[in-house]
């Protein structure tokens, strides 16, 4: 490590089936949560014959949003709340579930039908004590709405919140850094200390952060008060995130996010007695896992 960096996180990587990698990086047992995000996980890039997709069957959430953010493919999101939405790439879907939500994703019938490659990211974001409570909620952001830059190189996107002079519309409820760097090889990205915590995800490519190369599919958090040099060795993609630090810390327990461990159970019970809601048009039913 350097003196900008803390910590490099390895991907664990989990098989979803039909070939479906995802890679997760938060929570790691050395950094549970980097600002608000307390999971982060990139899928794919994964082929999908004609016929095969993704089916993520109605499942709750409480305590948290997510953000998913595709690169390449699509998804369709359906929640309780009535809702339905297909995302594409460059697009935001963020849910915030509050006191809960359920919600399924799955292909969208043309690109099953044809076949498609998906790749992207999914993140919680843990709502702060005052809002764990608040009414659900679904909003898509398309890609055209999200505030760009271009110069010398690199090209930012803020996908969430506010870094490099930029604001994302997506509505946050702390501080938060959520942004997509593209650098062409040679560029030089310089992350600022804007925010208390920092990390950056290398998407593609290789790139040396403080002069020290990370490779492809690795996660460095950085020091809190560090100016830090991320320079590209070739063309490369980077996530960063991170934010103002949570006002605690968080129980994960399966799809539920909450402050209180009681709450956690109370979580559990509603959905054991199917009392979450469900997806219209959307029958199917996953128990509470045994662990």
């Keep these: 490590m350097s003196d900008a960096t803390s910590l490099l996180i390895e991907p664990r990587l989990h098989d979803l089936g039909d070939g479906f990698v995802v890679r997760r990086l938060l929570p790691f047992r050395l950094r549970r949560h980097v600002g608000p995000f307390v999971f ?23 305590g948290l949003a ?14 309780s709340l009535g809702l339905e939405q297909v995302i594409r790439p460059g697009d935001v879907n963020w849910m915030t579930a509050g006191r809960g939500i359920v919600h399924s994703e799955r292909t969208p019938a043309p690109e099953r039908a044809a076949g498609h490659r998906l790749h992207g990211i999914q993140t919680w974001i843990a709502l702060p004590r005052d809002h764990e409570e608040a009414d659900p909620g679904f909003f898509h952001h398309g890609a055209g709405s999200l505030p760009q830059s271009e110069r010398d190189g690199v090209r930012l996107c803020v996908i969430a919140g506010e870094s490099f002079g930029m604001q994302s519309p997506v509505r946050v ?51 809190g008060d560090a100016d830090v040099a991320l320079v590209a060795s070739t063309d490369a993609q980077v996530l960063l995130c991170g934010g103002a630090p949570l006002d605690g810390e968080r129980t994960l327990w399966w799809n539920f996010v909450a402050s209180d461990k009681a709450r956690i159970e109370r979580a559990k019970a509603a959905w054991q007695a199917q009392g979450m809601g469900q997806v219209p048009g959307e029958s199917e039913f996953i128990p ?4």
């Design 40 to 62: 982060f996980d990139h899928m794919g890039p994964v082929d999908f014959a004609p016929g095969r997709g993704v089916d993520v069957r109605p499942h709750p959430h409480i």
């Design 66 to 79: 997510t953000v998913t953010y595709l690169f390449e493919g699509a998804l369709t999101h359906r929640d």
């Design 173 to 223: 409820y702390t501080p938060t850094l959520y942004a997509d760097a593209r650098l062409a090889a040679g560029a030089t990205l310089h992350i600022p200390p804007e925010h208390a915590e920092r990390a950056l995800y290398v998407i593609a490519g290789e790139v040396r952060v403080d002069g020290m190369p990370v490779a492809p599919e690795r996660m460095v958090v950085l020091a």
């Design 288 to 291: 509470l896992p045994e662990h």
